[in-house]
């Protein structure tokens, strides 16, 4: 193996996209909650609405909401987050995964850290 053969040995492009394993646990940090988004209507979160089971006023004990992390361009909807999980690291078990939308439901299992992010 030549020496720039030595040097480039295990690199590789990421791809914006990352595929994910249903049973695997993974670190995210949860970025927003869509109130809307557990219902099973398939709204996007723009076009979501509350049905009549289901007001802006809701306990997040009565929501169906989800919590919604990026990883790149992959999308995932944790299922167990609650509102007081926005922007804190947390273990989700992967449930479902569809690689054709890039797009995953997982369900919580522990907080594991805070964001730096102060504001």
Do not use: C
């Not at 557990?38 to 006023?57: K, V």
């Not at 169906?64 to 167990?80: F, H, M, N, S």
């Amino acid at each position: 193996m030549s020496l720039i053969g030595k040097y480039l040995a295990g690199w590789r492009f990421r791809t914006s996209t990352p595929s994910l394993t249903v049973g695997d646990e993974v670190n995210v940090f949860v970025h927003r909650y869509d109130e809307h988004a557990g219902d099973g209507d398939g709204a996007t979160p723009a076009a979501a609405a509350a049905t009549e089971a289901e007001t802006d006023a809701e306990t997040a004990a009565e929501s169906t909401g989800v919590g919604v992390a990026d990883i790149g361009d992959t999308r995932l909807y944790v299922e167990g987050a609650g509102p007081e999980h926005v922007d804190v690291q947390l273990r989700v078990r992967i449930t479902e995964f569809d690689e054709s939308t890039a797009t995953g439901r997982g369900e919580f299992v522990a907080v594991v850290g805070e964001s730096s992010y102060a504001g």
